[in-house]
Structure formats: structure tokens, C-alpha cells
């Protein structure tokens, strides 16, 4: 069981961005992961950076930890733009780099650009394209490729990534066809459980919910020849029923992660704490959390 966290982008770096991100180093965590978005619920009218950059700043900055994004997602994207941008990053980072990557929602980010929010049918169809054009885009040299939503015409995505054939995609996925893209094109996949039972279900659903969705992820590997055991299982805590209360003591977080261990969870991503928002968790829990969990979960 892998341990890792978001950082969300909020930070003015020479402030407080370098040290936060260093730090999230210095507690050994496995990857430090940041939002792409445009702006994100009650941080909209907030200080809020931009992934990319963020990144590459975290990237000078380290020299351990992995970073990457949960999630990137098509809606104020193209692969590629994305794709130059992304090869550079992992050329910075020396080759430390992961996509998290899905359909995205109905949040700020679907209009911001001045267009009507796609339909959850609209937002996999541009999923289904853009994560293999996306791949295309960062394992060859040239691409030309004509699509409903994306195209490419001669795109040069010269030297490709660090990490070869190209940095790992870790697709956020519940429904069949996210499940589907995850098993073909993704080294890991991301959950953050069952939407539909944040608000009123338990634990013990929710973990049902998760495992469900593993099998679905295992038949959509078998489908295609290929080895689900491949695809690392990530966790993005805090939209479970019981939201941070894993965050409470080292003790609660061991059990809950214990449990989704069993379930075959692979890696699970909590939230650097933000004072006064939903991930005001207590700084001295998380850093114990960090330091002494991964020992206790056999990483």
C-alpha cells in the first residue's frame, strides 16, 4: 500500500508553495498530486494556480516524490497542447511524472471557456477520444489523426517523455466505458468511490461500491488479454461517506486503510490540510499519518 497526497494549488510559491511542497517530500510520501481545474468549489473567488505550472515549479523544487495531476480532464484541454506540455514536465522532473486524467464534470471548468456544459454522454464520448489520441501523441514522434472533437495534423511531440514508452496515465473511472479506456491505455486507475452514496450511505456500502467497480476493472482487462494485476488502485480520500474521519488518528486511518487494502486498493492520496476549508484536518495526525501508516499498512 503505496501513501501519497494532494496539494491543491492555492499556494503562492515563494510564500508558501516551495516549502509545502518540499515537505510533502520530507514526509516521505510516495506522490504529491495537485487538482487541474480552472477553480474548484468554495476556492472559486480564492487564490488558485495553475496545475501545470505548479508542477513544474514542485518539479525544480524535489527529487523523490512523484507528482502529477487528479485529474486532468478534457474539459478546457486538448492532447496536443497537453501533450507538449506534459512531455516538457516529465523532462523536467527527471522522468517523475503521472496523468491522472477523466471525463471531468459540470463545475466551473465546463463553461469557463464560454461553452454550454457537455452532457455526462458528450464528456465520455470526448474521453474516448482524447485518451488514445493522447497516447498516440506522447509515444510517436508525429502525429496525424481526424476526430469527431480532437484532431491533430502533423503534431511533433519530439524528444517524448522521460519515461518510456510514455509517463503513466492513471485513469479516474466508474461507468463501462472509463473502464474500459483504464484497462487499454491506463498504468493505474483512480476512484473516489460511489458518488451516489456520499451523502447518505456508509462505509461498509461504500467499500461494497469500490469493490464492485474492481471486478468491473478486472472484466474490462479480461475482456482485452490483459493482466489486471498491471494497474496500480488508487484512492482519493474525502469523498467516501465518512469523509475525513479516517484523518482523525493514525489509528482510524490504519483500519480504514487496511480495509480498502483487501479490496485491492493499491495506493491511497489524502489532502495536505487547509485550514478552514473541507480538509481542515489536524496537521500533527497528518503528519504521523504520513510518517509512521505506510509502515504499519507493510509498504
Known amino acids: ?72 480532464s478534457p474539459n478546457f484541454r486538448h492532447p496536443v497542447t497537453l501533450a507538449k506540455e506534459l512531455i516538457t514536465l516529465d523532462d523536467v522532473s527527471g522522468g517523475r511524472i503521472t496523468l491522472g486524467i477523466g471525463a471531468g464534470g459540470t463545475g466551473f471548468d465546463a463553461t469557463a471557456l464560454g461553452q454550454v456544459a457537455w452532457t455526462p454522454r458528450e464528456r465520455a464520448d470526448r474521453l474516448d477520444e482524447f485518451v488514445p489520441l493522447l497516447d498516440r501523441l506522447l509515444t510517436e514522434g508525429a502525429v496525424t489523426q481526424r476526430g469527431t472533437y480532437y484532431s491533430a495534423e502533423e503534431a511533433r511531440t519530439i524528444p517524448g517523455c522521460v519515461q518510456r514508452p ?47 467497480q474492481i471486478e468491473r476493472l478486472d472484466a474490462a482487462c479480461t475482456e482485452i488479454g490483459r493482466d489486471s494485476a498491471e494497474l496500480d488502485r488508487i484512492l482519493l480520500t474525502g469523498f467516501t461517506p465518512d469523509r475525513n474521519t479516517p484523518l482523525d488518528s493514525l489509528d482510524a486511518f490504519v483500519d ?44
Open 166 to 212: 510514455r509517463l503513466p496515465f492513471a485513469v479516474a473511472a466508474t461507468g463501462p466505458r472509463g473502464l474500459r479506456l483504464a484497462a487499454r491505455h491506463g498504468q493505474a486507475w483512480v476512484t473516489t468511490g460511489d458518488p451516489a452514496l456520499f451523502e447518505t450511505g456508509t462505509p461498509e456500502q461504500s467499500r461494497q461500491a469500490i469493490r464492485g
Open 256 to 299: 480504514f486503510a487496511g480495509r480498502h487494502a483487501e479490496l485491492g486498493i493499491t495506493e491511497i492520496v489524502i489532502h495536505t490540510p487547509i485550514p478552514d476549508s473541507d480538509w481542515d484536518t489536524d496537521p500533527k495526525v497528518f503528519e504521523r499519518i504520513a510518517t509512521e501508516a505506510p509502515a504499519q499498512l507493510g509498504r
Open 1 to 72: 500500500m503505496r501513501l501519497s497526497t494532494v496539494i491543491l494549488p492555492i499556494y503562492r510559491w515563494h510564500e508558501q508553495g516551495r516549502e509545502v511542497w518540499q515537505r510533502a517530500e520530507r514526509l516521505g510520501f510516495h506522490a504529491a498530486y495537485t487538482y487541474d481545474h480552472l477553480s474548484w468549489r468554495s476556492f472559486r473567488d480564492k487564490p488558485w494556480f495553475g496545475a501545470v505550472p505548479t508542477l513544474t515549479a514542485a518539479a525544480t523544487a524535489t527529487s523523490r516524490v512523484r507528482l502529477g495531476t487528479l485529474v486532468t
